[in-house]
């Protein structure tokens, strides 16, 4: 929220520079983000006389004007504004005065401007008469700015503007308001820390609250049918108002925090919210039928047109505001332009309202509608502010707008607020902060921003101010107590009570940390997605294919998701790496190898779940597509393939110290990939390495086939030698002893499981066995394929011919019986 310094030292002064604000209001809590400069001093401008204004001889929109300055030596100055005339008070700004004018290129932007002498189309020109936009006090480039007869000539024009209580340069800060501190989303609120914190008396504008009753009572009615939601209700009736701009001080202050002045009624209720933190509505009373007005809730199936001129399909149970008739606002989130002041308004009614956070927090979100109202409604306003507020209006109503002010008010309180009691210790105060703040100062900076604090034998009894709903125990006094006392005094301890020991990390970490170091050195890339997507894309991603076959529960979905694309947890991480893929694929790249760390969820009752009916696992997933690097010369580009992911996984499981693995081939796949693998430790499923659909990878514009592999990391760590030694082995001093085979099988036998029974039965003597060519063609039968495996035997000693061809021998036979192999001759 932005504040106005300017605004600030209505309140409360201080001699602070804003930087020295900003920083004070930061170590207190009020987060300073940015402090930004504002308007001009406008040094160089002064007050003229127009004494003459005639037709440029060259020019049909230009005017000659002689003006006097107050220093008894006329100038002449070009014009262009339609309005100028002889006559005119006129604000001029003189040669070498700099100006922060539109930008011709972008009118949106300004950019500084020395007013120099020049000729305008052949005439002497010596300064410039200025419009209002020109000089950074608004908008309006119709015409120049004509002020007062009186205006004193030749004086400074920020001065005679101060007189006005126009101040044409302001700072703006804006502060980060936690949700804890609705207090702070107002310059009175703001006010009250700068107070405590400058040791300054804050002061609040004198406001005559009318009486409940009165002939504001006769006029019109207020009934409340759900007392849950609001509180209470109060109207005050202004008659007579006369709806135009608003005065230049009242503009100024909305500007300065980012608000666009309308009306000046209209501009009133905001500037009333921007100072003591309740959102009001003006109503024209004109148009509220039965002159009166219902707090209700909304019935199946109600729509209400807002202000922005929408039509919105209303849940059951939204707050509403009623008339007689027909719904007249979104209670706490926007009007209906059933009832809106407009030109034509001559009375209004003046609402200021208590609304239950949660039921303008949920409005707001079903609606999607964020309001200067919601925004407050939801953090909670001061049940006691609303009668104020509404007298504070329509005063200022009375005196801008020129509207009188129909006695007595309308003020409807079914639930009525109760003020909590707090007891705090002076010494846990000492004990907590670790330094004694004097019973004194504790009193006074409590005292200062509201509370009501009496003095007992242990500290205090302590009432907490209607505006603080975030204060409930005696530690929220203490936090008061600290952040404006400073927390920058309380020292740092020489020595904790914690042992210094340093504990040993999480299991997963060194081995996360050891993955992604070789996936990297792989050419890998790491990547980070977001665990949210949509509930309908996490059911189709929720699928068994992406864990090795076993079966996944139902998508664990958010409660008040932010937005439906965020609304559940992701159940695979296959669809962020898409995403990636996408993007680099989109932007150029002719391929991309990534691999990412991340948590996934599902709802399952199974038992050693952290939270009961959900499950979280950590998975680790690799994505290959397109070709690494580009053809040369002398070599084609390496074009991903599924052994890639088969050997990164080989990698990874060797890495881990995993060797018992199987693989189970799924060639048909499923909805989400063209064939797969099922990795399997034991009974254990660890994942899936595949190859993704066609039709998926066309979903996100991929038209080069996509590989994968995601595996449970959680289970991986939970299958890792425990030992982790690494130790060396030297190279033997004794031969090895290669042979190679060359089946035939049937063209649709698999050859991993052929390389699983050659281990199996290769014994103790195979060292190593590898496929070094696969074969079909011509020379063999159309159903068969040729399989050539290279064999390595070794021992601590030099093997004989007939050790070797036994070892073989069993091998093939082997082969022989469980794949159907035949030695090719």
Known sequence: MRISCNWIADYVWTDWTPEEM??????????????????????????GHVLDAHQHPDADRLKVCKVDLGDGDPVQIVCGAPNVAAGQRVAVATEGTVLHLPDRQDPDTRVPVTIKKSKIRGQESRGMICAEDELGLGEDHEGIMVLADDAPLGESFSTYLARGGVLTSDVSIDLAITPNRPDAICHLGVARDVGALAQMLVTRPEVTIPNDGGEAADTFSVRIDAPDGCHRYTGILVRGVTVGESPQWLKSRLESVGLRPLNNVVDITNYVMYECGQPLHGFDFDQVAGAQIIVRRST?????????????????????????????????????????????TTNVLVESAWFSPSDIRKAAKALQLQTDASYRFERGVDPTGQAWAAARAAELMRDLAGGTIVDGMVDCHPVQWEQPILALRHARITTILGIEVPRAE??????????????????????????????????????????????????????????????????????????????????YREIFTNSMMRVDLARRFASESLRGGESVGDVVATLNPISQEMAALRPSLLPGALQVAAHNLNHGQPGISTFEFGHVFDRSDAEGNVIPGYREHEHVLLLRVGSEGKATWNAAADEADIFDLKGAV????????????????????????????????????????????????????????????????????????????????????????????????????????????????????????????????????????????????????????????????????????????????
């Open 300 to 344: 199946a199936g109600e729509t209400f047109t807002t202000l922005d001129g929408k039509e919105r399909d209303l849940p059951t149970g939204t707050l509403l505001i009623a008339d007689g008739e027909r719904a007249v606002a979104v209670a706490g989130v926007m009007g209906g332009e059933n009832s809106e002041v407009s030109e034509a």
């Open 650 to 825: 080989a990698d990874i499981l060797s890495t881990l110290g995993v060797t018992e693995y199987k693989l189970e081939a799924e060639p048909s796949g499923s909805d989400l990939t063209r064939y797969h693998l099922n990795l399997r430790l034991g009974r254990r499923r660890l994942g899936t390495i595949g190859c993704v659909s066609p039709d998926l990878a066309a979903e996100y514009s991929i038209d080069a086939p996509v590989f994968f592999a995601e595996l449970n990391f959680s289970r991986l760590v939970a299958a890792t030698r425990q030992d982790g030694a690494v130790t060396f082995q030297p190279v033997s001093r004794f031969p090895v002893v290669e042979r190679d085979l060359a089946l035939l099988v049937s063209r649709s036998e698999p050859v991993g499981a052929m390389l699983e029974t050659v281990s199996q039965y290769g014994g103790k003597l195979l060292l190593s066995h590898r496929v070094f060519d696969i074969y079909e063609g011509d020379r063999i039968d159309a159903d068969k394929k040729s399989v050539a495996i290279g064999l390595a035997f070794g021992a601590d000693r030099t093997l004989k011919d007939t050790e070797v061809d036994k070892a073989v021998q069993k091998i093939v036979g082997a082969l022989g019986k469980q794949h159907a192999a035949e030695l090719r001759s």
């Open 22 to 47: 900003g920083e004070r209001l930061t170590m207190s809590g009020l987060e300073v983000e940015t402090i930004d400069k504002m308007g001009s001093d406008l040094e160089g401008v002064i007050i």
């Open 442 to 523: 504790c009193q006074r900076l409590l005292e200062a921003i509201g509370f009501g604090v009496t003095p007992d034998d242990a500290g205090w009894s302590v009432t907490v101010p209607p505006f603080r709903p975030d204060v409930e125990r005696e530690i929220d006094l203490i936090e008061e107590v600290a952040r404006l006392f400073g927390l920058e005094q309380i020292p740092v301890p020489s020595h904790g009570l914690i042992p210094n020991v340093r504990p040993a990390p999480p299991k997963p970490l060194p081995a996360r940390l050891r993955l992604a170091n070789r996936l990297v050195g792989m050419g």
